[in-house]
C-alpha cells in the first residue's frame, strides 16, 4: 500500500495530534461539529468558546493559520448564499447603513457563516493531521461496513491515477484547438468522460486480477495493529468534550 | 450540492443521518450479494471516476458553468444499488477527506445525491426504455432524460430538507425557485453530457453498461414488460409533486413565524437585491400556480431539449466513427 500518502489537504508535522489514533480523531470530529449544530443560534458566546477551542487544537497541530485559511475557500459559495440571505429574508426587517435587511435572514446568515467554518475547520484539522489510509483504517476499526470502506480504499487510492488521466486527456484536448465555452462542445466532453469510464472500469478488471495473482480471497491484510489506550481517548475527546458542555451550558442559561 | 454544517438544523440532520445509513445499508445488502470480492476494485474505480466526473465542468449558459452530480451516470452504468453505495462512497470521502459538504450533514448530501438522485433517475430510466425500442440510441437518451430529471428532484430534496429543517431566513418558495430554476439548467447539461456518456461506453464496452444488459442478451429480462416502472415513476413524481407543494407553503421557521402577517411574496418581490437578480426571472409570477405553471412548462421544454440534443449528440458520435 505503497504511494498514497499523502494528499493535498494533509500535512506533515510531528504533533499530538498527529499521532493521535485516526479512530479517536473520526469520533473527536464528529462529536465536535455535532456540539456546535447543537448550540443554539442566538446566543452569541458559546461560539466564540467553540472557536477558541477549534484554534487551540489547530495550535497544537502545528498547522499555520495561513494553511487553515486556504482550505477554508471551499466554503465561498455557501459564504454567498447565507450574504444574500439578509436581502431576500422575510419579517421583520431592520435597517443598516440604509439598506433594509431581514432579521431572519440575517440570524440564517450567522448560522451558516458561524456553524458551517467551524465545522468545516475541524474537518479541515482532521484530513490535515491524518492520512488517507489511516482515515480508511479507522473507520475500519470504528466498525464500519467492510463493503465499504473496502470500495472507498480502491477510490482514493486510485483517484489520482483517474484525474490524471482526465488532466492528460484535458491537455490532448487543447493542443487540439478545444474551448469549453459553448453548449456544443458537449460531444467531445462527454466522449472523452465515456472513454475514461471504460479506461477506469478495466484498469479495476486489471487491478483485481493483479490481486488473484498476489493471492487475493476477499480480504485485506493487516499489517500493523494499532492499540488504542484509554489515555489516546481521553486526549481526543477532551475538545470535543468542553464544545459540549458549552452546548448545554448554552442551552441552560439562554 | 453539497450542504455544510449548520445549513439545516441538527435535529433535521441526524434524522437524515438515520434515514440515510439504512437506504445505504440496503444497498449494501443488495449491491453486496452481486458485487462479491470481483466487483469491490471496479465499484472503486467507478468511484474514483465519479469524483473525477464531478470535476469536469460543462458550460450551463454564456459565462456559467455546472459539474455533473452523477447520480443518473452511475444507476445507469452500475445499476441502482451499487450507484448508491458507490455514490455515498463518493460523497462520504468528500465530506471526510476533502472538507466537502459538512460532516453533520453527511447524511443529507447521502440522501439527496446518492439515494433520491441514482433512484429517481433509475426509475424515469427504465419508465422511458419500456416505451422506447430497444436500441443503443434509446438507452442513451433515456439515461440523458433521467439524469436530467434527478437532478432536479435532488434540488427538490435539499428545499424539502431546507423546508423540515433549514435555519436560514430565506423564505421556502424562494429557495425552491432558484434551487429549481438553477438546477433546471445544470439538468440540461447533466442530461446531454450522461447520454453522450452512455451512448460513448456503449459503443466501446456494451458489456459493462448494467442499466442495458437486456441490450446484449435477448434472454434477459426485457424492460417491455416493465411498464409497471413506468407507473412507479410517474406516481413518484406525483407523490414528490405533492408533498413539496405543501412544504412551500408552510412556514417552518421559529423566527418566521413571528412576523407572519408579512406576507413573504410581497417582501420577496419589492426586496431591492431581487430587481437586478438572475432568478429574479424564474419569479414571475410570485404566486404559487404560476409557478408551479412555470415550472411545469420548463419541465416539458427541457424534456424536449434534452432528448434532441442527446439524439443530435449520438448521431454526431456515430458519424465522428
Request: proline content about 5%; aromatic content about 8%; cysteine-free.
Amino acid at each position: 500500500m505503497s504511494g498514497f500518502h499523502t494528499h493535498a489537504l494533509y500535512r506533515h508535522e510531528h504533533s499530538a495530534l498527529h499521532g493521535l489514533p485516526s479512530q479517536v480523531k473520526i469520533v473527536s470530529l464528529v462529536l465536535f461539529v455535532g456540539a456546535v449544530v447543537a448550540t443554539p443560534r442566538d446566543v452569541l458566546w458559546p461560539f466564540a468558546i467553540h472557536a477558541a477551542l477549534l484554534i487551540v487544537a489547530v495550535s497544537i497541530a502545528r498547522i499555520p493559520f495561513s494553511f487553515m485559511a486556504k482550505r477554508l475557500v471551499i466554503e465561498l459559495p455557501f459564504v454567498l448564499f447565507a450574504v444574500l440571505m439578509p436581502f431576500i429574508g422575510t419579517g421583520e426587517r431592520t435597517t443598516v447603513l440604509g439598506v433594509s435587511l431581514s432579521i431572519a435572514g440575517l440570524w440564517g446568515a450567522w448560522t451558516i457563516l458561524v456553524k458551517g467554518t467551524l465545522g468545516l475547520g475541524a474537518s479541515v484539522l482532521m484530513a490535515a493531521t491524518t492520512e488517507i489510509p489511516d482515515i480508511l483504517e479507522g473507520f475500519e476499526r470504528l466498525r464500519f461496513p467492510k463493503l465499504v470502506t473496502a470500495i472507498a480504499g480502491f477510490m482514493v487510492r486510485y483517484l489520482d491515477v483517474i484525474i490524471g488521466e482526465l488532466r492528460r486527456m484535458r491537455v490532448a484536448m487543447t493542443a487540439r484547438g478545444y474551448d469549453p465555452s459553448w453548449i456544443g462542445q458537449a460531444g467531445p466532453i462527454a466522449s472523452s468522460a465515456g472513454s475514461l469510464f471504460v479506461r477506469s472500469y478495466e484498469r479495476g478488471e486489471r487491478v483485481h486480477r493483479a490481486m488473484l495473482a498476489r493471492g487475493y480471497t476477499g480480504a485485506m491484510p493487516v499489517f500493523e495493529r494499532v492499540t488504542v489506550s484509554a489515555r489516546d481517548w481521553l486526549t481526543g475527546m477532551a475538545i470535543p468534550g468542553l464544545a459540549w458542555v458549552v452546548a448545554i451550558v448554552s442551552w441552560v442559561v439562554r | 450540492m453539497h450542504i455544510p454544517d449548520g445549513f439545516i438544523n441538527g435535529s433535521t440532520s441526524l434524522g437524515a443521518g438515520i434515514a440515510a445509513a439504512g437506504g445505504i445499508g440496503a444497498g449494501l445488502r443488495h449491491a453486496g450479494k452481486r458485487l462479491a470480492d470481483r466487483q469491490i476494485p471496479l465499484a472503486g474505480l467507478a468511484a474514483a471516476f465519479i469524483f473525477a466526473a464531478q470535476m469536469i465542468n460543462f458550460p450551463v449558459a454564456v459565462g456559467t458553468s455546472g459539474h455533473l452530480i452523477g447520480g443518473g451516470l452511475a444507476a445507469v452504468l452500475l445499476g441502482p444499488w451499487l450507484a448508491s453505495v458507490v455514490l455515498a462512497v463518493v460523497v462520504g470521502v468528500q465530506a471526510l477527506i476533502f472538507a466537502d459538504g459538512g460532516v453533520s450533514a453527511l447524511g443529507l448530501n447521502i440522501i439527496n445525491m446518492a439515494i433520491v438522485a441514482p433512484w429517481t433517475a433509475w426509475f424515469i430510466y427504465r419508465g422511458l426504455r419500456a416505451l422506447l425500442p430497444r436500441t443503443q440510441r434509446a438507452v442513451a437518451v433515456a439515461a440523458g432524460v433521467a439524469a436530467a430529471f434527478s437532478v432536479e428532484i435532488a434540488a427538490l430534496g435539499f428545499v424539502g430538507e431546507y423546508a423540515i429543517g433549514g435555519t436560514g431566513g430565506a423564505p421556502v418558495p424562494t429557495v425552491l425557485i432558484a434551487m429549481g430554476g438553477v438546477h433546471a439548467l445544470i439538468g440540461i447539461g447533466e442530461g446531454l453530457i450522461t447520454g453522450a456518456i452512455v451512448a460513448a461506453v456503449l459503443a466501446a464496452r456494451p458489456d459493462i453498461v448494467a442499466g442495458a444488459a437486456d441490450l446484449l442478451d435477448p434472454a434477459a429480462s426485457p424492460p417491455r414488460r416493465l411498464g409497471r416502472f413506468v407507473l412507479a415513476g410517474v406516481g413518484a413524481a406525483l407523490l414528490v409533486a405533492a408533498f413539496l407543494s405543501p412544504f412551500a407553503n408552510s412556514n417552518p421557521d421559529g423566527l418566521q413565524r413571528v412576523a407572519e402577517d408579512k406576507g413573504f411574496v410581497e417582501t420577496a418581490q419589492t426586496s431591492p437585491v431581487d430587481e437586478g437578480s438572475p432568478l429574479a426571472g424564474y419569479k414571475a409570477g410570485g404566486d404559487g400556480v404560476i409557478a408551479t405553471a412555470v415550472a411545469g412548462v420548463l419541465g416539458v421544454g427541457i424534456t424536449f431539449g434534452i432528448g434532441y440534443g442527446v439524439v443530435r449528440l449520438s448521431r454526431r458520435t456515430k458519424a465522428q466513427r
